[in-house]
């Protein structure tokens, strides 16, 4: 069964570091590009990073780039996603879906399914 669950979500201050993981079961994570997206309160859904696990490759959304970091865990089936200096527009629930890749890049714009539940995260003073 395939399935995505995320964690690390909770309060933080401004300024602060958080990492958010993904567990992915039921599937090989190798073949598998892993996204993250997030949901501000009455915000559409917007993609923040994601991961093609074979070759390594990254990519983020210009709003967030230089903050977020997307990585793996080496031989384990965990994507993380690491947000540093943390701002009160971070406020979302975020979320990790997977897409099938087409090429060694990804894309935050693919189309991806079999999505977790969420993770909280509130920044707040």
């Known amino acids: 069964q395939v399935q995505l669950v995320e964690s690390g979500g909770g309060l933080v201050p401004p300024g602060g570091t958080l990492t958010l993981s993904c567990v992915t079961t039921?599937?090989?994570?190798?073949?598998?590009?892993i996204g993250w997206f997030r949901q501000a309160p009455g915000k559409g859904r917007e993609g923040v990073s994601c991961?093609?696990?074979?070759?390594?490759?990254?990519n983020h959304a210009d709003s967030v780039k230089g903050r977020f970091t997307i990585s793996r865990d080496s031989g384990k089936n965990t994507v993380h996603l690491q947000i540093d200096n943390l701002k009160l527009e971070d406020t979302a629930t975020y979320y990790c879906?997977?897409?099938?890749?087409?090429?060694?890049?990804?894309?935050?714009?693919?189309?991806?399914?079999?999505w977790g539940q969420g993770a909280q995260v509130k920044v707040t003073v």
């Open positions: 039921g599937f090989n994570l190798d073949l598998w590009v």
């Open positions: 879906a997977r897409s099938w890749p087409s090429d060694n890049f990804c894309q935050l714009n693919s189309q991806y399914g079999a």
């Open positions: 991961l093609n696990s074979r070759p390594g490759a990254t």
